[in-house]
């Protein structure tokens, strides 16, 4: 039994002991969904950030920027959404997928295993997902396109977004990380959360990817400072802002 599919084990636990199943049915939920949250670290994080954001009292809005199928979006509303009745959520994709790779990003053919079209999801599908998952799709916001276009001087104020209090950094690249950072430059406070999903891809090198976009947003905006608040997996990094 040890190597069957969970699927498998669910239905001989029911039809070996039918009672018991139907007693602790809902134990074997519990134990299941803490299986699963085991191995999402992003579920995690979304939690930790959520309780600091009870005492930080920080104003603004969640936003993420590459939200794939929406799985950690959705996370993020249910747990966030019930203790900020006023937030509201904002997601931000290409929905298209990842643009192709190039420049420091693809330095001697080196991508992080990143490629053009990854994680391509339909903004339809999305919303399909947003609603499975028991999120009020009247409090979120999407907004379609390249971060480069979408978050640029011109057209930055049709995402509607003034205040940030949590930016969730999906974006993997970092020719796609930049235009995100310059676009929170005069929308986060003293206690936003930035959470970088990629902070340690490219093999953990200060000079690319996230940390790279990172160090140089901070030099480009020397009033800006942050300060490491948790990680999560071995790929995720969270930060508050303490100066800005």
């Avoid at 391509?120 to 379609?144: M, Y």
Wanted: charged share 20%; proline share 5%; glycine share 6%.
């Amino acid at each position: 039994m040890k190597n069957l599919p969970p699927a498998v084990k669910e239905i001989l636990r029911m039809v070996r002991h039918p009672v018991q199943y139907l007693l602790l049915r809902g134990v074997y939920n519990r134990i299941r969904q803490l299986e699963y949250r085991s191995f999402n670290r992003r579920y995690y994080a979304v939690e930790q950030i959520a309780e600091y954001l009870v005492g930080a009292q920080v104003p603004g809005d969640y936003c993420e920027f590459g939200v794939w199928q929406g799985a950690t979006f959705s996370h993020a509303f249910k747990i966030i959404a019930p203790l900020f009745p006023c937030i509201s959520f904002v997601a931000l994709d290409s929905f298209e997928g990842l643009p192709e790779p190039k420049g420091i990003d693809a330095l001697d053919g080196y991508t992080s295993h990143f490629y053009k079209g990854q994680f391509e999801s339909s903004i339809d599908a999305f919303k399909r997902n947003l609603r499975r998952n028991g999120v009020d799709l009247k409090k979120v916001r999407t907004v379609k396109g390249w971060f480069n276009e979408t978050l640029s001087l011109e057209n930055s104020a049709s995402s509607g977004v003034e205040r940030i209090a949590v930016a969730w950094i999906d974006c993997d690249l970092y020719e796609s990380t930049v235009p995100v950072l310059d676009f929170l430059t005069s929308r986060v406070s003293v206690g936003s959360v930035l959470s970088f999903d990629d902070w340690h891809c490219y093999r953990n090198h200060p000079d690319f990817g996230q940390q790279r976009a990172v160090r140089e947003w901070l030099e480009k905006n020397p009033q800006l400072s942050l300060s490491p608040l948790l990680s999560f997996g071995w790929n995720g990094m969270v930060f508050t802002v303490t100066s800005c």
